[in-house]
């Protein structure tokens, strides 16, 4: 064998080797486009601040009525490293500004749960997350 030809070999073999790291971390692999929606329900009369960003994207800060949501959709990336967090926060009866910075989407976490859409709905005691595809109900995934 040559050795230009026996390094083509191994170049070929390494990125076998390396797709199927890649896949296999990945399991189901899912690679569409996932929608995000964050809802503010907590309580009528209430705003709510909320602004989101990625490593790329910055959403800006956006102030929400109640029942209203932001909502976004983005393409996971292929490394399965896509992150949006969000600092979210609202004035409580006090007057005390109650806030908090979460995770809002990351694939490793997410991609199972809700390979599509993603509904967070933010209420007094904290975050709700919901996949309206399935039957199960809102579970609370994070307090301010
Ligand atoms: C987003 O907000 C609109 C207007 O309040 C509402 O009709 C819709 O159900 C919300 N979407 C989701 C997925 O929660």
Redesign the pocket.
């Known amino acids: 064998m040559s050795s230009k030809l026996a390094l083509a070999v191994m170049v070929f073999a390494m990125c076998l080797g390396c797709w199927s790291i890649v896949s296999a971390e990945h399991h189901g692999m899912y690679f569409g486009r996932v929608r995000v929606?964050v809802?503010n329900l907590i309580a009528p009369n209430i705003w709510m601040d909320i602004h989101c960003k990625s490593k790329d994207d910055d959403l800006q800060l956006q102030t929400l009525a109640y029942?209203?949501?932001q909502?976004w959709s983005f393409k996971v990336n292929f490394w399965g490293t896509t992150l949006f967090w969000c600092g979210m926060g609202w004035n409580d009866d006090t007057g005390r500004y109650v806030q908090g910075s979460f995770k809002i989407y990351e694939y490793l976490r997410d991609y199972s749960k809700c390979d599509g859409?993603c509904?967070w709905n933010a209420k007094k005691d904290g975050l709700y997350f919901l996949n309206?595809d399935s039957r199960n109900p809102p579970e609370l995934m994070f307090t301010w």
């Open positions: 929606y809802n029942s209203q949501n909502t859409i509904v309206p």
